[in-house]
């Protein structure tokens, strides 16, 4: 007769929540990874599922056997212009669908692909190129593919600084130029949408003709915009000190080139970032062929990620490790079709999913709000959607439970389901469905991943807590160890640091959570205050307050999230007191630390931006005379706050407008 296990009280001795993997017949203890890197990974995945769908692109459709055949021409082109094993490609690229190809095809020759947000941090083009050249010399990329705007915009102007630092090649792609006429088309109606979304107006589901749309007087400004800037480009290459070459061009160019596969486990294939800044760049996060593979396996035992021939959005940008892996190459590990999403509006989540009708989508939890406010879903039926899954952030019970019953009207059998992870683990490392979708949890760790809970006020090692008599649930740090997990080490410098416990290697969340008997994790809040804003964006509170301190007229500076009407999402307000004496207009000190402290300062990011100040005698204490945090938090909105608003788009900032929320005049407007 087995005997049975001895319960410690420590969750990551007892792991309570394997029974809910046993009931579902999961043995991880035959679990093993297979030595190759990731791209032939996901070719053996699906040696039976050539001819069936992989992606769509504004109505384009790719089979598994085009995207593996244009994966290995890619790595001809990158062979051919002498990149090797280890060398650094650096990606300023968003979701289109040469990048992923280009991505695959550097993988699987053994170079790293080294992911940074390609949407400017700042209205500044000098900053932006301060920023971007600032991370390269960190880094060491020798080759850097970029769209032709980022390219304008982020190195051209820091074009002799990369030469002196050897880097000679620059590969520009064009996000139009993959597009066939009729996804020209497509993507020319979510022009004239987004310009009818941002005036008030609805959305044109059936558009008369295609001359009609071509015709259109913005689709006509837009085509003059894009010829003006052609000519920009021609001129930027021709006066450039590096080699511009054209993906398209070397295509075509590099057919018969051979190339060399490198199956290493342990070779370092990906540089994602942290989301969010600790000073004047994000963190870089190294990943392995073994850590992305063992992150596919657990996502797909776990359940994540659509079924076989069902249509995901690919949402989330490459430079998350969320964006690349979870919500890009799991789907293609499940045998799923990638529907690629460039760029869209945060506020308009609801018209991705009318025009697309995706099986599943993985998104930030504000971007599931949006759904309750969406008048053009009022009578969609939303059948067709099987998986919704958030992560990145939490969402209160209340709204979980409002947004289920709003898809339960619409048709929709599905409930939301939750995520948790870091970038350091490749992405997501818990689930929460069926039977341990616990209102308010994160769910489950995943399969071969171990979460547990330390005391979160010894920081120089894990003091891992335990289940004591009579205890319904843990609480403290939580902590994560798994396959996964990335060494945390670039050019033999240590990131941050890993711990250990108990023989096995952990990394500290920051987050404070509980664990309930049954083995399922909620998170309550950030040790450091951190929360993230409608688009993913990690903001730290600290980072922006001792910023905002630099004004002289500040006194105090407090910065909490709250729900943005405007645009349905978290958002960064400001609390201000002012040092006394102070007779500054106070439009004219929110338009100074918004230009001054933030825009112009290579630090900070457009998206720390708060977008409503609030200026005030005093601030809510606890009974210790400590800042009241949630007071805060929980406070009504009287509309004597200035409004910040910004007009972006996930990968382009357009223009800033400053005014009191009361009256509603916008005096300070910037382009």
């Known amino acids: 007769m087995k005997k049975e296990k001895e319960i410690t009280g420590y969750p990551h001795i007892d792991k309570p929540w394997m029974k809910w993997y046993r009931q579902r017949d999961i043995d991880c203890s035959t679990f093993s990874l297979p030595k190759m890197n990731i791209v032939e990974y996901l070719k053996k995945t699906n040696i039976k599922n050539f001819s069936q769908l992989s992606s769509m692109y504004y109505g384009m459709q790719k089979t598994y ?13 990158l062979t051919q212009l002498g990149v090797k094993k280890d060398d650094i490609i650096l990606f300023l690229v968003p979701n289109i669908p040469q990048e992923e190809e280009i991505c695959c095809g550097a993988m699987q020759i053994g170079a790293i692909c080294d992911y940074i947000d390609p949407r400017p941090d700042s209205m500044n083009i000098n900053t932006n190129a301060k920023k971007v050249l600032e991370l390269i ?36 792609l064009d996000p139009i130029k993959c597009m066939d006429s009729n996804a020209l088309l497509e993507y020319y109606k ?27 007087k913005l689709i006509k400004e837009y085509l003059i915009s894009i010829q003006k800037q052609k000519k920009i480009l021609e001129e930027a290459k021709q006066t450039s000190l590096l080699k511009i070459f054209d993906y398209d061009k070397l295509k075509k160019e590099c057919v018969n080139c051979n190339y060399e596969i490198v199956n290493d486990p342990n070779q370092i294939i990906y540089i994602g970032h942290t989301s969010g800044t600790s000073g004047s760049r994000p963190k870089p996060i190294p990943i392995t062929n073994v850590q992305a593979i063992a992150s596919m396996i657990d996502n797909r035992l776990a359940g994540v990620g659509p079924n076989q021939n069902e249509t995901s959005l690919h949402i989330i940008p490459g430079f998350a490790a969320f964006g690349r892996f979870n919500n890009g190459f799991q789907t293609y590990a499940n045998k799923g079709i990638n529907i690629h999403i460039p760029e869209f509006i945060f506020s308009e989540f609801g018209y991705l999913i009318k025009k697309y009708k995706p099986n599943s989508i993985m998104v930030p939890p ?8 969406c008048h053009y879903l009022e009578k969609e039926n939303l059948e067709y959607l099987k998986k919704i899954l958030y992560g990145g952030d939490s969402m209160t019970i209340e709204d979980e439970e409002k947004i ?12 939301i389901e939750k995520g948790h992870g870091m970038s350091e683990l490749v992405g997501g490392c818990s689930y929460a469905s069926g039977d341990y979708n616990k209102l308010g949890s994160i769910g489950i760790p ?91 964006y990690k903001v730290k509170p600290y980072e922006i307050e001792k910023e905002i301190l630099k004004n002289e007229n500040i006194h105090y500076a407090i910065i909490v999230d709250y729900y943005d009407d405007r645009i349905k999402g978290i958002m960064p307000i400001c609390h201000v007191i002012l040092k006394e004496n102070c007779n500054e207009d106070k439009l004219q000190i929110v338009n100074d630390i918004v230009y001054k402290q933030i825009i112009s300062n290579p630090t900070m990011c457009s998206r720390q931006i708060p977008s409503k100040f609030k200026f005030r005698c005093d601030l809510p204490l606890t009974q210790n005379n400590k800042i009241n945090f949630n007071a805060l938090r929980t406070e009504k909105l009287d509309g004597s706050e200035i409004n910040v608003d910004i007009y972006e788009t996930n990968i382009s900032i357009d223009k800033i407008e400053i005014y009191y929320a009361k009256n509603n005049i916008k005096k300070l407007t910037k382009n």
């Open 190 to 216: 979510d022009i004239i949408n987004y310009d009818r979304l941002k005036n008030g107006l609805n959305i044109i589901d059936n558009f008369d003709s295609n001359d009609k749309i071509k015709n259109n």
């Open 366 to 373: 504000a971007f599931l709000s949006t759904f309750l406010d």
């Open 137 to 172: 010399r960190y880094e060491k990329p020798k080759f850097i593919i970029s769209i032709d705007q980022c390219y304008l915009g982020m190195l051209k102007p820091i074009e002799k600084e990369i030469k002196e630092l050897g880097i000679n090649n620059i590969i520009l």
């Open 65 to 77: 056997d085009e995207f593996i055949y244009n994966c290995n021409l890619s790595s001809k082109v």
């Open 446 to 536: 995943f399969p071969n991943t171990t979460y547990s809970i330390v005391d979160p006020d010894v920081e120089d090692q894990l003091i891992p807590l335990k289940f004591e008599k009579g205890m319904d649930r843990l609480k403290g740090e939580v902590v994560i160890s798994s396959p996964h997990l990335t060494n945390g080490i670039l050019h033999n410098n240590i990131i941050f640091p890993i711990y250990e416990l108990d023989g096995k290697k952990y990394i500290r969340t920051k987050d404070l959570g509980e664990m309930d008997k049954d083995g399922v994790f909620y998170i309550n809040a950030r040790k450091d205050r951190s929360f993230a804003r409608i688009d993913g």
């Open 404 to 415: 289920n019953e709003w898809l339960k009207q619409h048709g929709c059998k599905a409930v």
